[in-house]
């Protein structure tokens, strides 16, 4: 499907991937690179959205902005509570503010890596998606 | 428009004058337990000074009242049988060892009363008993006499006073009526006894006596007991004698008495004054004036007490009392003072962090602002790049990486900016942890290569012997050992080498990175750490930079107690050599 070569189809279209990003051109972008890729991919536009998304659709992965109106991913962890649950999505937050109280804060709510949203390239996010659901 | 007020820290004026109010109130306190002390000092020594001179007081009356019975015992010997020998007088009043057991009488005696008509039978039977030269005495006519004809012991000046008239005396008679027309004990005022008549020193003296009335005569009114009177039953006292022997050697030196014959200070009735009255009345912590009637008669007891007899102890509770509050006082006020000022220091100081951390926050929005139209552009340039809508031509590929690029850079600078402005800010905040050096660098390396391989340059790294583990934060020294890398890279010609070094030295971790690129002239080195420097050489126009690199790689090395050093030859390359602590 893409020059690089990629797990078989059959296992991604199984993995569901929820992308949590209020800016629309980045959220659109995301969902181009992973459905090409061959994961599901879904999205919300704030932390809100992404509880009720969430909750109905059990993704494997959620990409979360941290940034965000209505309801912040760190507001997000908060109320999603990944640790409690019997369905434990990874967690990737993926963002472009770098305060590091933040970034412990969303790793000590259960987030699985952290990833300035700049540095990485689709190609870059691919590789760390496929990482993360190997 | 509205003001806004600044959070001024308080003058170190107001933290004093805090102190100091509480100071003061403990001062207060301490002021009023001092009072308080001293006042239970004084009612304890007033007290203490009460009993003192009730206690001798009591004393000497009871002294007296057992003077009293002895002579009541003599007038008893009359009762008995009207005619007492001198010999019988003697053996009675030796029964009692006045001289040892009541040290203190001169002695005691019995006096006749005689109407003048007996006055001449009376100084024969006298004489006739064995003293030849018997006269009553002082010569002359009197309504009545009362000589004194036995007084023992009859030792010292005592027989020198036998015949001696007491009546003859006013002030031995008003006692001597007093007797007779009471029936009961009298006490003379002040006189100087007959035994110390023609010495030198004139003693104080006075006289006790009780009446004895001849038997089966009734005594019921005055002119009864006047005409049933036989004589008296007497003791002479010295005060001083007395005094002596009532409390003998037991002289409190912190305690004067002076006595006055009758009430009040009359200083030409002064019975008794103790060696050391002046001077402990001169200055009378206090003084007990106390007036007893003594056989009816009044004697005025003035004591001067020192504070002496309290205990040193308790004199010095009040000083005590008074320089322990006034410590404690003290210390207290300079540990509130610094109680104070640290804690006023660490609000001042969280105030500050407060400020610090809401600028670190309005530098990240700033730069997630900036970052994410950057981003936008990053991943659809990428999308397209890596084939996500359709094989581009060469041409495509070749523009599309150019505007990719110059993306990255814009990206980079964005990042720089921010760690910069933290960086001036003081706001790098070190995120310490356990870093392996050696594989920090491997990764630096690793991430690199591609870019390396691109300019056909080789790159080797020497790693450690053992391992080179420091607390570091690991992202910023990423940073910093990436940028130089990085640099080495973009400075050295196409072909070049690179290498980096890890190695312990004297306690501290090294890291160098070595080029054979175009070299620092020795009088830019010191510059090439600032902010914004870009030096101009042959690679500088191809590669980008913000000249932002260094400044941050030698703050990040500072700031880990670092420090960060340049070798380099124009034309032949650089060594960036970085010393790390290893804690």
């Given at each position: ?46 932390g ?16 979360l902005?941290l ?5 912040s991913g760190l507001e997000f962890l908060e109320n999603f509570n990944v ?8 967690i990737?937050v ?11 804060k969303a790793?000590a709510l259960g987030a ?23 | ?583």
């Amino acid at each position: 499907m893409t020059k690089q070569g990629a797990p078989s189809p059959v296992k991604k279209s199984k993995q569901k991937v929820l992308i949590v990003e209020d800016e629309q051109l980045l959220n659109d972008a995301y969902k181009i690179v992973l459905q090409k890729e061959g994961y599901t991919a879904l999205s919300a536009f704030d932390g809100q959205e992404a509880l009720e998304i969430a909750e109905n659709e059990k993704p494997n992965l959620i990409l979360l902005d941290l940034r965000m109106p209505v309801m912040s991913g760190l507001e997000f962890l908060e109320n999603f509570n990944v640790t409690e649950r019997k369905h434990q999505p990874k967690i990737l937050v993926f963002s472009n503010m770098d305060i590091q109280g933040d970034i412990d804060k969303a790793y000590a709510l259960g987030a699985t890596k952290y990833i300035l949203k700049a540095w990485a390239s689709p190609k870059e996010l691919i590789r760390i998606v496929h990482d993360l659901l190997k | 428009m509205r003001k806004r007020t600044l959070n001024r820290r308080p003058s170190v004026s107001v933290y004093v004058i805090a102190s100091l109010v509480v100071g003061l109130a403990f001062l207060g306190v301490t002021l009023l337990l001092w009072q308080n002390a001293s006042q239970t000092l004084q009612q304890q020594f007033r007290t203490s000074a009460q009993q003192m001179s009730d206690n001798s007081t009591d004393a000497i009356t009871k002294r007296l009242a057992t003077y009293e019975e002895i002579m009541r015992g003599g007038a008893g010997l009359f009762k008995a049988s009207e005619d007492v020998t001198r010999h019988e007088w003697k053996e009675f009043i030796d029964t009692y060892d006045v001289e040892n057991r009541y040290p203190g009488a001169q002695g005691f005696g019995y006096a006749p009363y005689i109407k003048p008509a007996d006055l001449a039978a009376h100084e024969a039977q006298i004489q006739a008993e064995g003293l030849p030269s018997y006269t009553v005495f002082p010569a002359g006519e009197r309504p009545i006499y009362t000589p004194i004809v036995y007084l023992e012991p009859s030792t010292g000046s005592n027989p020198k006073v036998l015949g001696f008239d007491m009546s003859s005396e006013s002030t031995r008679r008003a006692a001597l009526f007093l007797a007779r027309d009471t029936g009961q004990t009298s006490m003379s005022g002040k006189v100087i006894l007959a035994q110390d008549t023609g010495q030198k020193t004139h003693e104080a003296g006075f006289l006790m006596f009780f009446p004895v009335y001849r038997n089966d005569t009734p005594i019921s009114t005055p002119a009864e007991r006047s005409a049933a009177l036989m004589g008296f039953s007497y003791a002479p006292f010295r005060v001083s004698n007395l005094l002596n022997g009532i409390f003998g050697d037991k002289n409190d030196p912190n305690v004067g008495l002076k006595i006055y014959d009758g009430a009040g200070r009359n200083e030409n009735a002064v019975m008794f004054e103790s060696s050391d009255f002046k001077t402990l009345d001169a200055h009378p912590p206090i003084a007990i004036t106390t007036q007893r009637q003594i056989n009816h008669h009044t004697w005025t007891f003035v004591y001067a007490v020192s504070p002496n007899i309290i205990s040193a102890r308790d004199r010095q509770r009040p000083l005590a009392t008074l320089i322990s509050g006034l410590v404690f006082t003290v210390i207290l006020t300079a540990f509130l003072f610094q109680l104070l000022v640290s804690r006023a220091r660490s609000l001042a100081y969280s105030k500050q962090q407060e400020v610090q951390e809401a600028k670190d926050e309005l530098l990240s929005l700033a730069s997630h602002q900036l970052r994410t139209p950057a981003t936008g552009v990053k991943q659809y340039l990428g999308m397209l790049l890596e084939g996500y809508a359709g094989k581009l031509s060469p041409e495509q590929n070749n523009m599309l990486s150019k505007a990719y690029t110059s993306n990255e850079r814009q990206l980079e600078i964005i990042n720089q900016i921010l760690y910069v402005a933290r960086a001036d800010s003081g706001r790098i905040l070190l995120h310490k942890q356990e870093v392996d050096l050696n594989s920090l660098v491997v990764q630096v390396i690793n991430e690199q290569t591609g870019t390396i391989k691109s300019r056909k340059q080789k790159i080797t790294c020497k790693k450690s012997r053992g391992k080179l583990i420091i607390m570091a934060d690991k992202q910023y020294l990423h940073m910093a050992i990436d940028n130089l890398i990085n640099n080495a890279s973009k400075y050295t010609h196409s072909g070049g080498r690179i290498i980096v070094a890890l190695k312990k030295v004297k306690g501290e971790a090294m890291i160098s990175i070595q080029d054979t690129g175009v070299g620092i002239n020795p009088q830019d080195a010191a510059q090439i750490f600032e902010k914004f420097t870009r030096l101009d050489n042959e690679l500088s126009t191809q590669v980008g930079g913000s000249g932002i690199g260094l400044y941050l790689c030698q703050q990040i090395v500072e700031l880990h107690g670092g420090r960060i050093i340049l070798e380099s030859k124009i034309g032949k390359g650089s060594i960036f050599t970085i010393y790390l602590p290893i804690e």
